[in-house]
């Protein structure tokens, strides 16, 4: 008896599609989440270059009556986004390029920057925790501040560190991503994100102190 086996191919592709395109999906989005944290690991180490090297801690910034001393909170994130200029501990105008790679948004990044006491002998490393009401981030735990050894404690002062001292820096980023096919999910975060963490911990080298500044 004849029989028409011409549909064969299509039902075997029907039955077959479904996982193909979820691996495929997949692929897309690890590549894109790999792209994404080796672009946040570059920026920590050379973002955590100038704490290391005192640049932060010296650069002058501002003019006239207004003038300081020192990265604060929002200038070192202004450095890691966008690069941040002004002057260095001899007094003259330099210049820091931004970290953060093009494809990375600033509005989605948040900085934890750290300082070890002397007297931890066992700093821990802790990724901050991110508070959500309602769907909306209400909190990060991140800040400037010094460690107190079992954590974080965040003060969101300026960017310390001085010579010899263990500086912790952290860079978090909240990707976009989607909940796959086929049981596939990369989302850890609220709102379809998936959390990405580069972390860099240095020792501060030695640095000469800004210019009119006698202990640094």
Same mark, same amino acid.
């Given at each position: 008896m004849c029989r028409d086996a011409s549909g064969g191919p299509t039902i075997e592709f029907a039955l077959v599609a479904p996982a193909v395109i979820a691996l495929l999906l997949a692929i897309l989005h690890i590549a894109l989440i790999?792209?994404?944290?080796?672009?946040?690991?570059?920026?920590?180490?050379?973002?955590?270059?100038?704490?290391?090297?005192? =640049?932060?801690? /010296?650069?002058?910034?501002?003019?006239?009556?207004?003038?300081?001393?020192?990265?604060?909170?929002?200038?070192?994130?202004?450095?890691?986004? =966008?690069?941040?200029?002004?002057?260095?501990?001899?007094?003259?105008?330099?210049?820091?390029?931004?970290?953060?790679?093009?494809?990375?948004?600033?509005?989605?990044?948040?900085?934890?920057?750290?300082?070890?006491?002397? /007297?931890? /002998?066992?700093?821990?490393?802790?990724?901050?925790?991110? /508070?959500y009401t309602n769907g909306a981030l209400t909190s990060t735990g991140t800040g400037y501040g010094q460690s107190n050894c079992a954590g974080t404690t965040n003060t969101n002062g300026g960017i310390s560190g001085t010579q010899k001292s263990l500086v912790i820096v952290q860079l978090i980023y909240l990707w976009p991503t989607v909940s796959a096919p086929l049981g596939l999910n990369f989302v850890n975060q609220a709102n379809g994100n998936r959390m990405l963490v580069a972390t860099s911990v240095v020792t501060v080298e030695g640095y000469l102190c800004a210019t009119g500044v006698t202990s640094c």
């Open positions: 790999y792209l994404a944290q080796e672009g946040l690991e570059t920026a920590v180490e050379a973002s955590s270059r100038l704490i290391l090297t005192g =640049s932060a801690q /010296t650069l002058q910034l501002g003019s006239g009556t207004g003038a300081y001393t020192g990265m604060k909170a929002a200038d070192f994130k202004t450095a890691v986004c =966008s690069g941040i200029s002004g002057k260095d501990s001899s007094g003259a105008a330099v210049t820091y390029p931004a970290s953060l790679p093009p494809f990375l948004t600033c509005n989605r990044l948040y900085v934890n920057v750290q300082v070890v006491p002397a /007297t931890c /002998t066992t700093p821990t490393i802790t990724t901050p925790n991110f /508070t």
